[in-house]
T-cell receptor, first 113, second 114 residues
């Protein structure tokens, strides 16, 4: 089955700096890659996603890049703010068997003021 | 638009007891998912329904876990008997259809097994 690895497990950045989280996946058939943000004690919330026919996608301060050949994708947060502090999860899906998502282990991001 | 609802929010039980969780998906969402999130880990899919049929339950420990979605709307997840390692947050999610679409998560039920 699919395996998703996420690095780093923790990331501390100064406010205003950029944060980058990287994920690798094992199933070359995967074609959908969402990123979720989970604040302490709250539900995971989708912040951005990318499909395999696109190499990069941006939404304000957040961007995701996908390298299908290398089977990795990354989340980039620019101009970080204290409210970006949370745990971020990447996930991958082949779209088969009903869009089963396989999640990475998560990255705890701390933005220091 | 109302989000995915779950209850209870918290539950403490002793090992070997039974527990049930309830989920109400977003109105009109045909696909419903139950995930288990152990502290410090990403969510792991337990079971997926398309309307009232099971699409994937390959990671559901069927000797103790069961789930149903009788009328294709609400769903319940049951654990009987519970073990210490079942302590986790149980997340319900729903999506509009079976294809590659956004999954929306509920607030989760935090289970502690003593």
């Amino acid at each position: 089955g699919e395996n998703v690895e996420q690095h780093p497990s923790t990331l501390s950045v100064q406010e205003g700096d950029s944060a980058v989280i990287k994920c690798t996946y094992s199933d070359s058939a995967s074609n959908y890659f969402p990123w979720y943000k989970q604040e302490l004690g709250k539900r995971p919330q989708l912040i951005i996603d990318i499909r395999s026919n696109v190499g990069e996608k941006k939404d304000q301060r957040i961007a995701v890049t996908l390298n299908k050949t290398a089977k990795h994708f990354s989340l980039h947060i620019t101009e970080t703010q204290p409210e970006d502090s949370a745990v971020y999860f990447c996930a991958a899906s082949t779209g088969a068997a009903g869009n089963k998502l396989t999640f990475g282990g998560g990255t705890r991001v701390l933005v220091k003021p | 638009e109302a989000g995915v609802a779950q209850s209870p929010r918290y539950k403490i039980i002793e090992k070997r007891q039974s527990v049930a969780f309830w989920c109400n998906p977003i109105s009109g969402h045909a696909t419903l998912y139950w995930y288990q999130q152990i502290l410090g880990q990403g969510p792991k899919l337990l079971i997926q329904f398309q309307n009232n049929g099971v699409v994937d339950d390959s990671q559901l420990p069927k000797d103790r876990f069961s789930a149903e979605r009788l009328k294709g709307v609400d769903s319940t997840l049951k654990i009987q008997p519970a073990k210490l390692e079942d302590s986790a947050v149980y997340l319900c999610a729903s999506s509009l259809d079976e294809g590659v679409g956004t999954q929306y998560f509920g607030p989760g039920t935090r289970l502690l097994v003593l």
